[in-house]
């Protein structure tokens, strides 16, 4: 289904919000792209997992530090699929523990939009120590074992989210993003 919405953010280095006394949300510790270019509409879990490869390495982090994953939950079963091994590639068995939200269940998928009002959402997620849930996920299709938050939102411990952007083509997008604790 179509949604529609923005996502605005103003992103400057630390020691300029603080000397403007801005109020910091988030720190965009990396991101990682590929285009893996394999198919103009079928998705390629090599291809998302290495954008989320790609995105840990930018950050400095290890997979076992990622605390939320903000999918790019289409809700179509190629994507689920493919989105789903992809997580697993990149983040092993620490992958399957993790709460995993999809928020185009809730907003629609707003084409260029998405990755904007996606993102801000995996900003706000870490902050509120709560994780939204997908909403009308009532059956997961066989091999689908990840820790999706079903039913209602849950409460987590947490730092840092990804935020994953699957687009056609193989063009993927990851941005890493932890809550800021001034520190």
């Known amino acids: ?53 790609r995105a840990l390495a930018d950050a400095g982090i290890r997979a076992e530090q990622v605390d939320h994953v903000n999918a790019h939950g289409t809700a179509t079963q190629a ?15 620490h992958g399957r523990k993790i709460p995993v939200t999809a928020n185009k269940s809730m907003l629609g998928h707003s084409l260029g939009a998405a990755s904007a009002l996606e993102a801000a959402l995996a900003v706000k997620t870490p902050q509120e120590q709560r994780v939204p849930h997908i909403a009308n996920l009532d059956d997961v299709d066989d091999g689908l074992d990840l820790n999706f938050v079903r039913e209602a939102p849950q409460e987590h411990a947490m730092d ?13 997008s990851v941005l890493v993003l932890k809550r800021w604790t001034g520190q």
């Open 160 to 172: 840092i989210a990804i935020s994953n952007s699957f687009a056609f083509g193989g063009n993927n």
């Open 1 to 53: 289904m179509l949604g529609e919405g923005a996502g605005i953010f103003i992103i400057e280095s630390l020691d300029a919000a603080l000397e403007r006394g801005g109020t910091i949300c988030a720190e965009i510790l990396g991101h990682g792209g590929s285009s893996d270019m394999s198919h103009i509409t079928a998705p390629r879990p090599a291809g998302q997992a290495q954008a989320i490869e």
């Open 79 to 93: 994507n689920d699929q493919s989105e789903t091994e992809a997580i697993r590639l990149a983040l092993g068995a």
